[in-house]
């Protein structure tokens, strides 16, 4: 009998254990389930790639574990392993709602378009995961020193973002961490290093390979330094002085105070003068910026461009129809719109004018004062309440992007020749060498791409999409893109950091171009022809040079056999100067141009040194469209000064890099 009884209890044990175990699956599957709902509502998803296969109508056991991107521990259990979004086109900021996966340990979300931070807490929100990956991405701010209490992370992958600051000392002190990329953001600071507590004393040369890492992971910063990059500049010496009387040390220390303080003043009025006296009509203008009130803003703006009216181009857009969509970018929508005597133009309107605010500003500063034929041609604007829009001419051949790249499913009707190619090798080369060189109001884009060269009609190239550029007078003055000139560092030009961390920049930028157009892959593609190969871009395009068997397997198709090997190969030796790790050893723009035009002349392309030196200014086409543009809105009250408009224009020395003073009318 008390057998019985014992028997009864042990059996009445395993069955409130095993309620329990059920309660707490159901309970962890729920919070998962949970988990992704919410992260689907937190994110903009502008491909639906959530709305069909993300249906949480399916109340069947391990049903989340078929959505996109999903993979789960089990596939009968609703319990999530990892989450796999990229490429996706995801707008949003990073889904703190992730928490509710408590299991997960594999996050990818790079080739997407999030903003804002990563999350301060992120090793709360994570605290197993193996894998993060939140490369090419737009989050800034700086890398939180929590990640490295991600003690389980053996990938790590921040790169193409913009973030800033210093990367955290103690990274490599994480134990499993084996890939680390923080490449392409706006980091500064040293490096960090190996310390004596990540090293053991009985350590050999496979543990201190992997807490360093090579140098594509650390490229393309502002300010990083130290190994595997340059040396960082040594500090000066700190002059001290030890002296046991304190009297005869305060009176050291207040002399050399004064001596400094002398000096500096000195030194900051000199540079005041001087600053003054070269760039006093820039400065005049560049001040207006800085206004809050929107009425100055429009009459700076009115002495660039010619100001539209939201009715008018909303009339030449039919309201914005979708149908006149011709191309959708981060900041905007860009319409075809067509005036009343059949000019064609093109209209960018931003999605949120408060939001690109900068972007807007940034795009006027430069266009509107910049003419030149390697650039596309701003001819108006619109500023009115919560409508902001930028009016360019109409370039009938569209982007690079979509000659060279052809959606799944799509006929390959566009065919770009090798001569053509190189035409618009040169043509960009030249717009950028003008920009970088030969103007004292000098320009980065930072955003070079396919996607923002436009091809006219006889496939000149244009060079577009200045949201994000940066602008700088030789003698300090700056423009971020927040249009706000900043005056305080009058040796920002000298510093090094614009040549190395801009213009570099663009530079690089320039090579991936030159390989899209070799190969006819997008640069994501062009970067997994590299994948095993151990070294970065450079070094695999270098083994290509060297290997003719497997240099053919990358180069399009189309090209092979037909007489341009050889400049084929050329061009990708000069492709690959552009892509050196160490920003110091790529070429300028103004080298660039001078080699890769000698490729055109065969096919008679034109090396046309006046136009690199003589930026037209007033270009007589873009002159004719914008008094055009003008004339119609006249009926709105929008005055037609033609002196205004070449009054406003800058004018360049020919041959020097000096700004001819600018006399701009005064507005009535």
Known sequence: ????????????????????????????????????????????????????????????????????????????????????????????????????????????????????????????????????????????????KSIVNCTYLNVLRLDNNQLTGFIPPEINQLPRLRTFSVANNLLSGPVPVCSDLTIPAQSDATILKLCTFPAESYV????????????????????????????????????????????????????????????????????????????????MMERMVTRMSFIEISEATDNFNTNNVIGMGKIGMMYKAVLPNCWPLAVKRLNNCQSYETQFLSELSALGILRHDNLVPLLGYCNEQNEKLLVYKYILHGNLYDWLHVGEGELNNKILEWPLRTKIAIGVARGLAWLHHKYDFRVVHLNLGSNSILLDTNFEPKISNFGGAKISSSGGLMFMNSNVIDTSNSSFIDSGVWELGFVKKDVYDFGILLLELITRKEPIESNSFSYGFKGSLFDWITYLLSNSSDLYSVIDNSLIGRGFDDEIFELLRIACTCLNPFPSQRPTMLELYNTISTFGERDGITNDYDILMQPEIAIASSSIEINTISTFGERYGITNDSEILMKSEIAIASSSNEIVEVETAQTN
């Open 1 to 144: 009998m008390a057998h019985s009884a014992k028997l009864v209890i042990a059996l009445l044990h395993i069955f409130a254990w095993s309620f329990l175990d059920i309660l707490e699956i159901s309970n962890g599957t729920e919070t998962d389930i949970y988990c992704l709902r919410s992260i689907k509502e937190s994110l903009e998803d502008p491909y639906n790639n959530f709305k069909y296969s993300w249906n949480f109508s399916n109340k069947t056991e391990g049903f989340i574990c078929n959505f996109v991107g999903i993979e789960c521990w089990h596939p009968d259990e609703n319990k999530v392993l990892n989450i796999k979004l990229e490429n996706m086109g995801l707008k949003g900021h990073f889904p703190r709602q992730i928490e509710n996966c408590t299991s997960i340990m594999d996050l990818d979300l790079s080739g997407n378009e999030l903003t804002g931070t990563i999350p301060s807490d992120i090793s709360l929100l994570l605290p197993f995961m193996t894998s993060l990956d939140l490369s090419s991405n737009n989050f800034a701010g700086e890398i939180p």
């Open 220 to 299: 393309n910063n502002l300010g990083l330094c130290g190994a595997p990059l340059e040396p960082c500049k040594p500090s000066p010496k700190k002059f001290i002085v030890l002296c046991k009387e304190g009297f005869f040390v305060g009176w050291i220390v207040a002399m050399v105070t004064v001596v400094v303080v002398m000096f500096r003043n000195t030194l900051i009025l000199l540079v005041k003068k001087a600053i003054t006296k070269k760039n006093k009509k820039l400065m005049k203008a560049g001040t207006r910026w800085c206004s809050t009130d929107e009425r100055s803003k429009n009459m």
